[in-house]
């Protein structure tokens, strides 16, 4: 199994940056795809943002394009998401997640952080 830890949400302005950050331990985090998913009151677990198990593929959601980017550092067992010109419709929680494959869909995978609020005032 691997247990995910995110960390660094917050409440900032529209136009804000934030950095988002999740934590691996157990089994090899290199071996897993890491994606990040957020979800707003009422509205269902939506896909942001997933990198490859050695970093060299990444895929957004079109909403997030040029403005989140996500990486990881493997030696730290560590997976990040640096969020610029964040709006209000940013505003949910951010989950991280690991799966043996590279998909955007939840239900692709098996192992989830607990999540971190993220909130953007207008």
């Known amino acids: 199994q691997v247990q995910l830890q995110e960390s660094g949400g917050g409440l900032v302005r529209a136009g804000d940056s934030l950095s988002l950050s999740c934590a691996a331990s157990?089994?090899?985090?290199?071996?897993?795809?890491m994606g990040w998913f957020r979800q707003a009151p009422g509205k269902e677990r939506e896909f942001v943002a997933t990198?490859?198990?050695?970093?060299?593929?990444?895929v957004y959601e079109d909403s997030v394009k040029g403005r989140f980017t996500i990486s990881r550092d493997n030696a730290k067992n560590t997976g990040y998401l640096l969020m610029n010109s964040l709006k209000p419709e940013d505003t949910a929680v951010y989950y991280c997640?690991?799966?043996?494959?590279?998909?955007?869909?939840?239900?692709?995978?098996?192992?989830w952080g607990q999540g971190t609020q993220v909130t953007v005032s207008s």
């Open positions: 157990g089994r090899t985090f290199s071996n897993y795809c």
């Open positions: 997640a690991a799966s043996e494959s590279l998909r955007t869909s939840p239900q692709s995978y098996p192992y």
């Open positions: 990198i490859s198990w050695g970093g060299a593929r990444t």
